[in-house]
């Protein structure tokens, strides 16, 4: 079984840019889709931004897409989230969660293997 560790959450100005770090140990991460989730203050989890096990196919939330960015690399166990123009309404706490199915099933966050301690990301002037 997978472990998920995040980093690089912080402080920004609206407009700057955040970049966001998962790394796994134990299980098989080359096989699984990954994916980032966030639960904003007082509301409840959504989906943010999925990848597919080859990082052949990203998936995005209609309220980040052409903002950020998703990737990984199979031979570090790392997924990365790379965050621009960053808005007050994106601060959230941000959890890496992994997927033995697709990207599908992260983005409906159904059936997940693992979830991260999550990384808070705040966003203020």
């Known amino acids: 079984q997978v472990q998920l560790v995040e980093s690089g959450g912080g402080l920004v100005r609206p407009g700057g840019a955040l970049n966001l770090s998962c790394a796994a140990s134990?299980?098989?991460?080359?096989?699984?889709?990954m994916g980032w989730i966030r639960q904003a203050p007082g509301k409840e989890r959504e989906f943010a931004a999925a990848?597919?096990?080859?990082?052949?196919?990203?998936y995005y939330a209609d309220s980040i897409k052409g903002r950020f960015t998703i990737s990984r690399d199979n031979d570090h166990g790392t997924v990365y989230l790379a965050m621009k123009n960053l808005r007050p309404e994106d601060t959230a706490v941000y959890y890496c969660?992994?997927?033995?199915?697709?990207?599908?099933?992260?983005?409906?966050?159904?059936?997940?293997?693992?979830w991260g301690q999550g990384t808070l990301v705040t966003v203020s002037p």
């Open positions: 990848i597919s096990w080859s990082g052949g196919s990203t």
């Open positions: 134990g299980g098989s991460f080359s096989t699984y889709a």
């Open positions: 969660v992994a997927s033995e199915w697709g990207p599908s099933q992260v983005a409906e966050m159904n059936a997940l293997l693992a």
